[in-house]
Structures are given as C-alpha cells and as structure tokens.
C-alpha cells in the first residue's frame, strides 16, 4: 500500500506528462496544419513536380511525293537516324587515340578526324561534340557494343530524299532544328511540319510514364502530305540535259521549266550548279540552293518582244503584215537605241519579220504605234505597254508558285523618272526590265492556250494518311488576256520565228520535222550589281516556245547564264529545247502534225 | 410429390434449436483486422497489376516505335533502289537504246 505522499508525486508526474503530450501534441497539430493546410499548395506542386513529367510528342512531318508516269513516286521522306556524340571530360587524354581508332573502325570515317574534333572539344572546355549523323541503326548498333565510355548516341528525325539531287531546288531542304528552309519545304513548312502533341504523365523512379485517369495527353497532328506537279521522269530528263548545256558551253549557271498550259502545272524544274539535299550542309555555294526558274530575276532580251507585239496586236495597232522603215536605229533623247547585230536598215519589213530577225527598232515602232501619236514615243503609249506588262501578264510582281524564295522582278512605272523614253525604248526589246523564268513561262503558256494566264503551280493534290489524294485546283488568274485574233496571229508569227528566225536549231538534222514548234529567244546583257551599266562580254541566253503550236502540250523555257562560247541564245539554249521538244513529244505519245 | 420422401419429412425433428452466433471482443477485433488485411492485398494486387499493364504497355509502344521506324527504314531503302539514280545505274538500263524513230498509227 502506497503512502498519500507518493500517489500525490504519481499524479504530478502523470499529469506532467499529460500536460508534455498534450504541446507535443498541439505542436504537432500546429505544424501538420501548416504543412498540410496552409502550404498545401506549395507542396503539392513540389510533389506533382517530382512525379509527373512533361513530354513532347513529335507529330511526323508530311511526305513530298511527285509524279511517275501515271503512278507516284517519294522525294521527301522521314527516317529515325542516329546522331554520334562525345563528352569529351569522360575520355581521358590517353584514351582518346584508342576511341576514335575504333569509331573510324566502325563508321567507315576517319581516325583522324574524330581525334581532332574531341581534342578540339576537350581545349575549349565543351562537354559535348557531335562526332557524326544520320548514321543508320544497324551502324549505332555496332557503335553501342563497343561500350566507349564518353561516346553516346541520339536518335532524330531526319528529311531523307530518297531521289538524291532530283529537283533540290524545288524541293529545298530541312536543317537541324527540323526547320524547311529554301523551296517547297520551307514555303510550305507549317502545314508539312504538323503540331507536335504533349504528354504531361506520372512516372515511376525511372522516369517512365505510368498510365493513370489524372494524365494530360494532346495527341500530335502530323503534317501534310503533298503530291506535287512534278514528273520524275521530265524533270530528270531536262536536269540532264541541262548539265549537259551548262557543261558544254562554259556556262555559269542554268535553269529549264515544263509547264503544262492548260492549267500552269510545273512538269519539271531544274537548275544547275545542283545540290544534293541529303548533304545540304557540305554545300560551300549558297547560291546553289536558289531556284533558277523562281528566285533570280534577269533581263530577258528579246524574249520580251513577245509581249510587246501581243499589246500592239492586241490594240489593234499591228498585224503581222504590218510594215514599217527600219532606220537601224532610233535617236532617242541623246542616245542611238539600234538593232543587236549591227543596224540592219531596210524598208517595208513586217511585224513577222520583227520577231523572225529580232528587230529592236521593230518593237520601238510598236510602242511608238500604242501611243496616239506613231512618230515618238508618248506617256499613254508606255503606260499601255506597262499595263499589258503588268496587268495582263503578270511580270512585276510574284506569280505565288509554291517557293519560298520567288522575287517579283522590276518594271518601271511610265509616270515616273525611270519611265522615260530611252528606257522604255530599251523596256520593249526586254532590257531594263527583269523578270523571272516563271513568269515569262505563264507568260507564254497564256499565248499558247488562247488567252488564260494560270497560275504557275507546284502542288497538284493533297495526301491523307490512306493514300486518297484530294486534288488542287488550278488558280485562273486573268482570262483573254489578249484578243482570240491577236492570239492567233502571234501563234503564227512565233511558228515562223521557231522555223525560219533564231529557233531554226530546234529542226537541226531533220530533228522534230513534222512538229509545229512556236517560240521565241532572248539574249540579254546583264547589268552590273552596282547599277553603272552591263558587264561587258556577259550575256544571258533564253527561248521561250511550246509545242504542238496548233494544240500546245507543254510549255518550255531554257536560260543559260554567261555561256563561255560566242554565239546568242540561238546557239546556247535553241539546240537543247530542240531536245526537250523531242523527247517530250515521244513521253508524252503526241504524233507530228504533218 | 413421392411416398418415401413424405415418410422420411414425418420422421424428422422439426423443432431445431436456434444457434446463436457470438464473437467476443477479441474474435471481433481479430475477424476486423483480417477483414481490412484481405481488403488491403486486394488492393495492393490490383494496384500491382495496373502497375505491370502501363509496363507492358510502354513496352508494347516501345515496340510499335520500333517496328514504325524499320517500316520507314524499309520505305526508305525500297525509294531509293527505285530511284531514278539508281535505275539508271542498273545493268539492264545501260543495254537500252533510245527511242529516236517513232512510227504513229493514224
């Protein structure tokens, strides 16, 4: 039995240890209240931090096909390939030999060059260098058993064109950062690119997403697929061809188009010095990723007196058996504006005659006849010139081709100081006016089909994921852009030019007899960059035609820049649209016209 | 209804004690505990389950981005053996001979 003294101490000490447990237990309360309730928020976010990840979900880009035949065929493509990268502070000094005599083992590269390319990493401190690309699976997997410590690899989506250089400047490219740059990639890259999706998951210590109701997914949309214009087979052939010219007269560069006139479908486009877009990043040459036909503007010479007749016959001002007295040259101002190959003064010569020996004076005749008064040159004469130029054939400004890089090329207004007589003298023969291959390609499609300028275009269809593809309508931009009589009596007079004037090369050795063949060719000299005049010697070369001329199928333009040969473009670029002529005249089954 | 079934309900002893079932504390505290132990590993079971499916299922898309990737590798390769390059390149293509006369039926 216990004394009163020691249940009295019993029950301080419990009621001491009440008293403890009791704060610890307010205290506890106090802190989880803090940490639970008023904090919430915060540690929430730390928690769902911690455990969910955010991922992005790459959407496909969209596959560029063109046309085989009456089949498809890939040029643009996307394939998972591997990126080959060092860290170069896990390879020591010593090790680096070793690593990369085995890398060059593997690959098939250089020991050398992977040794220089880590060293140079390592002296400048950097912890990661990118030793090699588009290295293909098989290859990573071999790289992967070597176990090479500070060797690692990625895998990236890349832009494969499985066609090699076939239409690289139509086409353009995809650089690093899955950006289209130059050509149809990047005019069209939005909508080839897609949206890529997002994934905001729970994962598990290894950081793999567990599937659980509270995730967040937006699935990707991959990009649009395209069918475009283009054949294969035409645009292989004229690339060919091209080279050949290019090649063969020491030229600096050139550019051929196919078009189809009745619906200003682009059939083929090539440009040479080419590119391969699968190694866009080896090219030197900026330039070479330009698109000949679409993002350079030049002077077309002579070419341009095609449209200038068009706007006199048009008016009603010429016809083809229209006379006039050749002066050999015409006094303009303080200036002789004369014929190319020397004066050549003579009396009674046609307006066909004008086109057949490209006569400069015959053209000033012509605009001097659209103004009211046929003895000089007046404002209402140049300004109908530069609306026929404008407005009804569209030069001076972008047709909208389906390339990033189209230029608008330059005519100058009649109203203003660029629009005096010498220059608008020279405007009519195509110099100091600059236009660009497509242009003067719709140009002449829209003589060729009676009078409709379309829209030169690039895309024909678009291509769902099942492979049905949604066609593209063509884009009629000006209907009757000239007269239906005007337009036959140019057809005419374009016939003559391909037969008896500067085009007599496309029959050479009994080649394309029995075929109608209109067209025109233009030498042009080019001007310096800085304004001051042309360079001397230079010249561009083109003709223009379509065939047949009575129902034309196609529409063609070859330009040679600065040919290294004497000679117009009757020598440069005639002979190798002969050659196109007759070779599309048998892809395309067309039998001679007589 | 059968004779002999009749006789033997006659036979029986139709008054039964009622049982009367009762748990202690302890029993019911023990019967609770293993209620809410059986409740916990069935759903710890399920919740390992749906554990292993998001790993199967990673797995499997793992696999589909593998298999999607070699089909690309495969359209790949079969666009460039049918390239133009390489069909020009082919034996048969050097022993062709162009087409340079052409006959039309009318």
């Given at each position: 039995m216990t004394n009163y003294s020691d249940t009295i101490l019993q029950r301080r000490r419990l009621a001491i240890l009440i008293l403890g447990l009791a704060i610890f237990g307010v205290v506890l309360g106090v802190r989880l209240f803090y940490l639970q309730v008023w904090q919430h928020g915060k540690y929430l976010a730390e928690a769902i931090s911690e455990h969910t990840h955010k991922y992005d979900i790459p959407a496909r880009r969209g596959e560029l096909y063109v046309h085989d035949g009456d089949g498809r065929s890939p040029v643009a493509l996307n394939q998972q390939l591997n990126v080959l990268y060092a860290?170069?502070?896990?390879?020591?000094a010593k090790a680096r030999t070793t690593v990369a005599q085995q890398l060059a083992a593997a690959t098939g590269a250089k020991a050398a060059d992977y040794q220089h390319q880590i060293e140079t990493a390592a002296a400048a401190g950097s912890q990661y260098v990118v030793l090699a690309d588009r290295l293909s699976n098989d290859l990573a997997a071999k790289i992967k058993a070597l176990n090479l410590a500070g060797v690692g690899l990625t895998q990236h989506d890349y832009r494969t064109y499985p066609e090699g250089t076939l239409a690289a400047q139509v086409l353009g490219f995809v650089n690093a950062s899955d950006q289209g740059q130059y050509g149809i990639e990047q005019y069209l890259n939005d909508r080839l690119a897609g949206q890529p999706g997002r994934l905001a998951a729970k994962t598990d210590t290894r950081g793999i997403p567990i599937a659980t109701a509270d995730n967040v997914q937006q699935a990707p949309v991959d990009g649009q697929s395209y069918v475009l214009t283009i054949d294969r087979n035409i645009q292989a052939m004229v690339e060919s061809e091209l080279a050949k010219q290019v090649q063969a007269v020491h030229a600096a560069s050139g550019g051929v188009i196919v078009m189809d006139p009745a619906s200003g479908a682009i059939r083929a486009m090539a440009s040479y010095p080419t590119f391969n877009p699968n190694a866009y990043s080896k090219t030197t040459d900026y330039s070479v990723f330009l698109n000949q036909a679409a993002d350079v503007q030049f002077e077309p010479g002579s070419g341009m007196k095609v449209f200038t007749m068009a706007a006199g016959l048009d008016q009603g001002k010429v016809t083809p058996d229209t006379t006039y007295d050749d002066p050999g040259c015409y006094h303009i101002d303080d200036r002789n504006v004369c014929n190319a190959e020397g004066d050549k003064p003579g009396p009674n010569k046609t307006m066909t005659a004008v086109l057949k020996d490209s006569l400069n004076t015959g053209v000033m005749f012509v605009l001097r006849k659209l103004g009211a008064d046929p003895d000089k040159f007046t404002l209402a004469g140049k300004q109908l010139l530069y609306n026929y130029f404008t407005q009804h054939f569209g030069f001076g400004e972008r047709t909208g081709i389906e390339q990033a890089n189209e230029v608008a090329g330059a005519v100058n207004q009649a109203s203003n100081a660029a629009g005096n007589d010498v220059n608008y003298a020279n405007m009519s023969f195509g110099q100091g006016v600059s236009v660009t291959m497509v242009q003067m390609v719709a140009a002449m499609g829209a003589i060729a089909n009676g009078g409709k300028l379309w829209q030169p275009h690039l895309v024909d269809a678009r291509l769902s994921a099942d492979g049905t593809a949604t066609p593209v309508a063509p884009k009629l931009v000006r209907d009757h852009v000239i007269s239906q009589q005007a337009d036959q009596q140019l057809n005419q007079m374009l016939e003559v030019v391909a037969r008896h004037g500067s085009g007599w090369r496309i029959y050479e050795n009994g080649k394309n007899q029995g075929y109608n063949i209109a067209g025109k060719t233009g030498t042009a000299q080019i001007p310096k960059p800085d304004g001051t005049g042309y360079i001397e010697g230079a010249n561009v070369g083109s003709f223009t035609g379509y065939a047949p001329a009575e129902s034309p199928k196609f529409v063609v333009m070859v330009r040679i820049d600065r040919p290294g040969v004497d000679g117009y473009a009757e020598t440069t670029t005639v002979p190798v649209f002969g050659d196109i002529c007759s070779w599309l005249f048998r892809y395309y089954g067309i039998p001679p016209s007589s | 209804m059968s004779t002999a079934v009749m006789t033997a309900r006659r036979n029986q002893n139709l008054y039964r004690q009622p049982t009367k079932l009762q748990l202690g504390p302890t029993s019911a505290t023990f019967v609770v505990i293993a209620l809410i132990v059986v409740l916990a590993l069935l759903y710890l079971n399920q919740i390992t389950k749906t554990g292993l499916f998001t790993y199967k299922v990673s797995s499997l898309a793992a696999q589909r981005a593998q298999v999607l990737a070699q089909k690309q590798d495969l359209s790949v390769e079969a666009a460039r053996l049918q390239s133009i390059q390489s069909t020009q390149a082919t034996a048969a293509a050097h022993h062709m001979v162009p087409t340079d006369q052409v006959s039309y039926v009318r």
């Open positions: 860290d170069p502070s896990y390879i020591s | -």
